[in-house]
Each structure stands twice: as structure tokens, then as C-alpha cells.
């Protein structure tokens, strides 16, 4: 039986965990309701690294964490991230020990605490949670994510951008429509960029305007519906995307995509 321990920032990993797992408000017919992108995580360590990532039909999610390891093989293992949200966000430790066999996890935290989940088998999303892994972000050369020619890059700051989210999400329907047009200096001689949401019959609409973190390039009107605002971080990040085109957020060590959401009514 092969057994490998890593040793993790608890703090770092909670996040990143919460970060992949996206819980927050996602249109669903003409409402919007919480949900998640999945329950399952997979887990890959790789040269000093422990990447988590998640998918669904409909988007896939990578976030970066640094970590030891008592192995230097590259490994993977597949949780459910209910069950270990449960138990990590209940231990008080600095550090987080996860001990990975054939077939369970255990995670053990200063002071006596300890958990033990099983491995899950399968995650039901790798072709796409397969194409973020592989998708790297190269500045001044073409994006392009599987087939897709990506046209539009805006540069914007994390807090700025999950603000305009949560602002917005304040109607209520959990979806939001990207505005970019390159040049645009309406913000202060800042290029801008527009988010905004409105109801599902649009007699109600809001936006915020907020400047972009440098020049960008393209134009883009492009909607979509999930709680980024849980993936923004404090720091410098990329929106890559162009009109009607999938969504691709960028920052430190972390990435994501998104479909676009096409409205029926």
C-alpha cells in the first residue's frame, strides 16, 4: 500500500478548496439558487505544488497551493469537497497534515484533530478540468482555449471586479453582462469596463462602471452566470474572453472558465 503525506498552510488550503468549489447564487430557469460547480475535487501534486481543480459542463476551475510532500512522485487523488469542507473549516491549526493511501485521506491538525474520508474513484468533468489544467495565459501572444480564438483581453484588479459582482448580483437573477470596448477612456482617462445585471422581465437593471488595470486589447459584450466574485483575489487579474465567447479568468496561480450564458427569453 503506497502512503503519501503532505503538509499544507491550512489557511491557503481552505481557501483555494472554497475557491474551486464556487458555492454562491447560478441562474437556474427564471430564478437564481445556490448551488456549486461540483462536489468533487481532483487533486494534483506536482513539483512542490498542489493543484486543485473542479469542473462541470459548463465551466472548470484551477487554483495553486504550495505545499511539502513526503514524496517527491507526482500523485492525484479525488475528494468530495462537502465532506472535507466540513471537517477543515472546524480544525484550529496553522498547518494541515493530509496523509493520502489506497484508498482514504486523513487530515490531521495541531492539537489532536483528525478526519478520515474515503477517495472518490472518478470526477465526472476531466475532459474539461483536463483543457484548464493545460490552458496557460501567455501575455502579447494569441489566446486560445481548445478551438477558440480568444479576442479580448482586459486587464483588471480582483477587489474591483468582485465588488461590480456583488453589487450587481443584488437584483438577483445571478447574471451578468460584461460591456468592453478598447480605447474607451470615459473613467477618469482610465479605459472601462461595464458590468452590469438586470431581472429576468429587465424592468430593473444595475451596473458598475469600474477602470480597467491598464490598457486592454478587443471588444467584448458577453454574458454569464456564476459568483466569480469567490474566485477574484487581491491582486492583478485577466478577464479573456470576446462577444458571446467563453469567459476566462485569470490571476496568481489560479484560473478559471466559464460557457457563456445564452438568454431564451
Known sequence: MSIVTYTVNHKSFVEAVEAIWLKGKYKSSTVSKTDVISNSAVAIYENGWLELLNGNDKSALSVKVEMASTDTKDNMFIFDIEK?????????????????????????????SKAVLPKLLEHTSMALITMIRAFNYVEDEPVIFGKTTMTCIIPVHGNALADAIKFCNLVGTATFKIDYVEGNEDFDGLETLTISSSNHHRTELVEKVMPTNGSGKGNATVEFSAPIDKFCINGDMNIITGDNMPIILTGLNRKMVIAPYIRVD
Open 84 to 112: 472535507m469542507m466540513k471537517y477543515i473549516k472546524n480544525m484550529k491549526t496553522e498547518q494541515l497534515l493530509i496523509t493520502i493511501n489506497d484508498a482514504k485521506i486523513s487530515l490531521v491538525g495541531q492539537g489532536g
